[in-house]
């Protein structure tokens, strides 16, 4: 029996049986040879190696056709039905979310994507949930009981980035006193999670290329490969297409990671999702402060479901930890950051307020609901025409002491019908100060 010459090329028409029949050539060829010359044995494994990616390849398909083929005709669900219908199939999550559509679409991606090894490139906002997105990918499938590697590849040393991720040899440079097995290794049948891939330097995108290609590692200072089975997830907070195009990041490693994309939307798209979070972090942070869960006046929680969060749930978990710390049973917004905190009413808002209250409730002709109205946008006037006298009728700079979006504060000042340029400071001009 000869060896096979043809090479063993991968594609859509594999199946069991042609496999089987290339693997019996190869056992008869090693069953009947008295003696095998180095470039047999080369050829031999070559074929080997790439029978082995073959069956990996036909049983990803297969799995992953499993995992993504429906019961017949899909219904449309809505965005409640699907999170509870996630929920019935024991979809693991370690933590809580809410109905919107675009957190959705990811879980449901993820839950998919779970049983299979198809690497998977989750990309969002930094504080968005990447690391949790990761650890449920990893729980809903086959690995769950393996290894689960984390890996910051923005946090190591270039000049150290072989050796943490390969391990190395004894000697192999200047204080390597063992031997030392590298995240890859140590993932071994597990998941290796690299978060920050966008901040992998250029040359560790190539070794990284390298070991999605072949399945092996080598460590430094040593001469023989070492195989590995890793699922490998990514993730980035930053648009590796458009570091592609810069030259910055692979294009190739690109789309080895990207098999499975998953884009996690930022908290402000998830308002639903916040009310929940208050409940479940006010929980775990009474547990790790070892008393009851705090309360919240109505002024904060309004507050809080209203804030933009740029960065986005991590920030949320924080100011939450930090008021259940200082808060002790109630939390007010007195116990939010002094850089977030809403600004207090002033005396002369306040003054204002009071008098156009009065004046409407005196008249008789006027609800509750239009004195309040109307106090609010005196109040409201009263404090935007006091602070362009401060900044001279300067927008931007309103703007900024704001902590305002410009475009938001030109609005304001139209509905009040104010112009900034009767607060601008007149100037005398210089022909006028050379008469005087």
């Keep these: 029996m ?250 190739d490693l690109f789309y080895r990671l990207s098999v499975i994309h998953v884009s996690l939307p930022p908290l402000r798209e998830r308002k639903d999702e916040i009310p929940l979070l208050f409940a479940y972090f006010c929980d775990e942070a009474a547990e790790a402060l070892k008393r009851r869960p705090v309360k919240m006046t109505p002024r904060l929680r309004d507050f809080l479901v209203n804030y933009p969060y740029p960065g986005n749930i991590r920030e949320l978990r924080n100011l939450i930890y930090r008021i259940s710390c200082l808060g002790g049973d109630t939390a007010g917004v007195e116990h939010l950051p002094v850089d977030i905190r809403p600004q207090q009413q002033s005396a002369t808002d306040a003054l204002a307020a009071g008098t156009a209250a009065s004046s409407l409730a005196g008249s008789g002709a006027a609800s509750l609901s239009d004195a309040k109205r109307a106090a609010s946008d005196e109040a409201e006037r009263a404090f935007l025409e006091r602070g362009l006298r401060e900044v001279g009728g300067t927008v931007t700079e309103l703007a900024r002491r704001c902590d305002m979006n410009r475009s938001h504060l030109q609005m304001l000042l139209k509905k009040h019908g104010i112009h900034s340029k009767d607060f601008r400071h007149h100037e005398v001009p210089p022909q006028e100060e050379k008469r005087v």
């Design 2 to 251: 000869k060896i096979l010459d043809q090479d063993v090329q991968g594609g859509s028409a594999l199946s069991y049986a042609g496999l089987l029949e290339k693997i019996e050539i190869l056992r008869s060829r090693l069953r009947w040879a008295s003696r095998l010359e180095r470039p047999e044995i080369e050829k031999l494994l070559r074929q080997a190696n790439a029978l082995r990616d073959e069956v990996m390849q036909l049983s990803h398909k297969e799995r992953f056709v499993q995992a993504a083929s429906g019961e017949g005709v899909r219904v449309v669900q809505s965005p409640g039905e699907r999170r509870r219908a996630l929920l019935a199939r024991s979809f693991v999550f370690e933590g809580t979310f809410g109905d919107n559509p675009r957190l959705l679409d990811a879980l449901e991606v993820a839950e998919k994507a779970a049983p299979t090894d198809l690497p998977v490139l989750i990309d969002g906002e930094s504080g968005t949930g990447k690391e949790l997105m990761a650890k449920v990918i990893h729980a809903n499938g086959s690995r769950a009981d393996k290894p689960y590697i984390s890996v910051n590849c923005g946090a190591i040393p270039e000049n150290l980035l072989e050796s943490e991720l390969f391990g190395h040899r004894k000697g192999a440079f200047t204080g390597a006193v063992n031997d030392r097995k590298g995240k890859f290794e140590s993932a071994h049948r597990g998941t290796i999670f690299l978060d920050e891939i966008g901040e992998l330097p250029l040359a560790g995108q190539v070794k990284l290329l390298r070991v999605l290609q072949s399945h092996e590692i080598q460590r430094v200072g040593a001469d023989e490969a070492i195989s590995v089975d890793t699922r490998i997830v990514a993730a980035t907070n930053r648009n590796l297409r458009k570091q592609c195009e810069e030259g910055s990041f692979r294009e």
